[in-house]
């Protein structure tokens, strides 16, 4: 469940961005079914790989936290 909330983050992030899965695994130097792995939600994205992705998308990690379910 948290993966795939994640996922979505980094997903909707990447689009208006204006990313292709391609173009941020390139920058991020991961494959593409890597990235696609944990948008899907089926890979859990470590503090490290939050905290790249967030730099690549010139966004705080904060920002690419999914917001709690109470909130």
């Given at each position: 469940m948290e993966a795939e909330k994640w996922?979505?983050?980094i997903r909707a992030f990447r689009k208006l961005?204006?990313?292709?899965?391609?173009?941020?695994?390139k920058q991020l130097?991961?494959?593409?079914?890597l990235l696609g792995e944990i948008?899907?939600?089926n890979r859990m994205p470590d503090e490290i790989f939050k905290t790249r992705v967030a730099y690549q998308?010139?966004?705080s990690v904060?920002?690419?936290t999914p917001p709690d379910?109470?909130?």
């Open positions: 996922g979505r983050r961005k204006g990313f292709t899965q391609e173009s941020l695994a130097g991961i494959s593409v079914s948008e899907r939600g998308l010139n966004i904060d920002e690419l379910e109470g909130e």
